[in-house]
């Protein structure tokens, strides 16, 4: 009886044990993070931004922050800690050590005649002859009688005052740390004890495996929905127009997934009135055209009207209901389109190279959905081959004040970016009509706006050139800076309800054969993370060229110092194709921008596969050539880019039958180069 009672004393220690292993350590961390946190501000400080009251620091929010699920559950456990803290306190004061004299009132070392007196003193007392209390005759029985049996027995105060216990010497005991009514098998506390084992060892790992198959089964990593990923696979094609996108983007399962209710049906038709400009209705049937719109799955009417509100900025048109709809919709959005990247730049060929095409068009939708400018707003307008959108993603800028007022003195964004600040604010204030607070928060924006340089260069790893067949590596800088020193930061969004971070898209490809050979996701946001891949891959890189330590560690040390300067490093690898000439394009794209995308030529030259391990080819001589948008020969370039790029949203059908015709030739060079590529193995042969 003894022993069980002390193991279910010690079951609140055991408690506070299993508890104290796992969250000591993890609050001590995430105390340690809090405290390093930089307290430097990453978002937009503009007017606009302010009202929108995404970034605004109340105390609601400020409270909200701090009581997110993770802290709240952290908070509770350390408070079950403090009360079994308390308990075990205030519970072993109520255990004490069996001392025979203290029970008996007499000093240590007493005699016997003193024992016996303070005994039948005590006896009178709490003897149940003498006192019919039960707690008294409980008391006598199991404290003043076995006190007096081990003072007065001498075998027992011996054994006593040698081993502390009456009884001698006590043999080692194991116990469970478990309650007493656990561990008492009689009557209904077996019932309980079955059914603790049963619930904490068999149904809780069950529900707990049920429920995460059940998600991941699906669900996949980044919390899309596999359902999602296999029709945004089959919807995807090499000749997808950007206006197009939107078709297979509104198709997603979770958007399928959103309630349709007949209270939505007017305010979807007043919707409908407002952005009928931007659904690609065919004018001259605009009945049968409407009809047909309206014919589609409800939930893909509702998720395109509200993705249209969404680019037209006519959030003041939607019910309270359709605010709910439009927010869900917004939130996803973000993590679809970049899966919805992922399929378009998958491996569709013998190759491995992916499309082009609608790789730039989700980008593109990305950046229309986070900016709020509508799709048509990037058809090439006079000399701008975007278009008025990169305009638009300015606070106080509207279409009125571009067409009329600024597209007379400046042609391009790029133009009105790269200006002289008081240059700028003067031609604003008096062509434009904007006050100097206005012009201010422009100020603000485009010093948010970032500027990319990129640094690219192809090379096999331990050989002088490249030839067909060679596995390639590339090895590539993307350099990112702004006006007001920043490196990571959260874009200027006042339409898009959450916060939304940068993310850049590396694509090397051929925009003649809308292939993409590469791609890569970069983000500029987390600094440790970036220092720590750069420095591994370096690592292996230097070590796999047979460099030694010293050239290893300074080679590491200047890239360890160009990303804490703002670059990121893209290293990939591709295989070489068969013999010739290739003039590739490395693009990288911003998803939340306008306007700060760039691209750089590449010429990579493949020699054919000989015999000797010699080989004499190197990479072209004009190398990588950096085209930034307002260098020399910039109308070239313009014209260039306008056909493999800013012109897709101008002129759909003609722009699709080129693309066909495009391919074909394409694929006719690559047969070419097949066939070559056969006969020269049938000669080596």
Request: glycine share 6%.
């Amino acid at each position: 009886m003894a022993a069980s009672e002390e193991n279910s004393a010690l079951f609140p220690i055991f408690i506070l044990t299993i508890m104290a292993i796992p969250i000591v350590p993890y609050t001590i961390t995430k105390l340690c993070r809090a405290a390093s946190k930089k307290s430097k501000s990453i978002h937009c400080h503009c007017s606009e931004c302010s009202r929108s009251g995404k970034y605004h620091k109340s105390i609601f929010k400020r409270i909200s922050n701090v009581s997110t699920c993770s802290n709240f559950t952290l908070l509770l456990l350390w408070v079950v800690m403090i009360v079994l803290v308390y308990y075990i306190k205030t519970m072993s004061r109520e255990i004490e050590i069996f001392d025979p004299f203290n029970i008996l009132g007499l000093e240590p070392g007493a005699a016997e005649s003193e024992i016996k007196k303070k005994y039948r003193r005590l006896s009178i007392q709490y003897h149940p002859d003498k006192n019919p209390d039960p707690e008294a005759h409980k008391y006598f029985v199991e404290y003043i009688a076995k006190a007096y049996q081990a003072l007065t027995d001498p075998i027992a105060r011996e054994n006593y005052e040698k081993y502390g216990h009456p009884d001698g010497r006590q043999g080692f005991q194991m116990g469970i740390a478990l309650p007493q009514f656990l561990l008492n098998i009689d009557g209904a506390s077996g019932g309980i004890l079955l059914l603790w084992i049963v619930g904490v060892c068999i149904l809780l790992p069950l529900v707990i495996a049920v429920v995460y198959l059940s998600r991941s089964s699906k669900y996949t990593g980044n919390y899309v929905m596999h359902q999602t990923l296999s029709t945004y696979y089959y919807l995807m094609k090499p000749s997808l127009a950007p206006s197009k996108v939107m078709d297979v983007f509104i198709k997603a399962a979770e958007y399928m997934e959103i309630p349709v209710r007949r209270t939505d049906d007017e305010p979807l038709q007043k919707l409908f009135m407002l952005v009928r400009s931007e659904l690609n209705l065919d004018l001259k049937n605009i009945k049968q055209e409407q009809a047909k719109f309206w014919k589609q799955h409800p939930a893909l009417v509702k998720t395109e009207l509200l993705v249209q509100a969404q680019l037209t900025r006519e959030l003041a048109a939607l019910s309270p209901s359709l605010q709910s709809d439009f927010r869900r919709i917004l939130e996803t959005a973000p993590r679809l389109l970049e899966e919805l990247i992922k399929m378009a730049v998958i491996p569709r060929n013998a190759q491995g190279h992916g499309w082009l095409r609608p790789a730039i068009g989700v980008v593109e939708l990305s950046q229309c959905i986070v900016q709020a400018v509508p799709l048509s707003a990037r058809k090439s307008t006079g000399g701008s081959p975007e278009g008025i959108a990169p305009f638009l993603q300015l606070p106080h800028i509207s279409e009125t004040i571009i067409i009329k007022k600024v597209a007379r003195k400046v042609r391009t964004f790029q133009e009105l970016h790269d200006m002289d600040s008081l240059e700028r604010a003067d031609l604003l204030i008096q062509t434009g009509g904007l006050s100097s607070t206005e012009v201010q928060d422009i100020e603000t924006v485009l010093d948010m706006m970032p500027s990319l340089t990129l640094e690219v260069t192809c090379e096999t790893e331990g050989e002088e050139g490249i030839q067909e067949g060679d596995i390639v590596t590339l090895h590539a800088w993307i350099n990112v800076k702004r006006g007001n020193g920043l490196i990571g930061a959260l874009p200027h969004a006042p339409y898009y309800p959450f916060h939304k971070e940068e993310n850049y898209w590396f694509l090397l490809a051929d925009s003649v054969s809308n292939n993409v050979w590469f791609s890569q996701k970069v983000s500029f946001m987390d600094e440790a993370a970036a220092v720590t891949a750069a420095s591994k891959a370096i690592e292996e890189s230097m070590e796999g060229s047979g460099a030694n330590v010293k050239e290893t560690s300074k080679a590491v040390a200047e890239a360890v110092e160009k990303v804490k300067g703002g670059s990121r490093l893209v290293l990939g690898k591709f295989q070489a194709p068969s013999e010739g000439n290739y003039s590739l394009t490395c693009y990288c794209l911003c998803d939340s921008w306008l306007g700060c995308d760039r691209r750089t030529n590449l010429k990579l030259k493949v020699l054919k596969r000989t015999r000797a391990g010699t080989r004499a080819a190197v990479l072209a001589d004009e190398g990588p050539i950096m085209e930034d948008g307002v260098e020399e020969d910039e109308d070239n370039e313009d014209e260039e880019y306008d056909d493999d790029y800013e012109s897709e949203y101008s002129e759909d059908e003609e722009d699709d039958q080129n693309t066909k015709n495009k391919q074909q030739a394409a694929n006719g060079t690559v047969n070419k180069h097949g066939k070559a590529a056969e006969s020269s193995g049938s000669e080596e042969e």
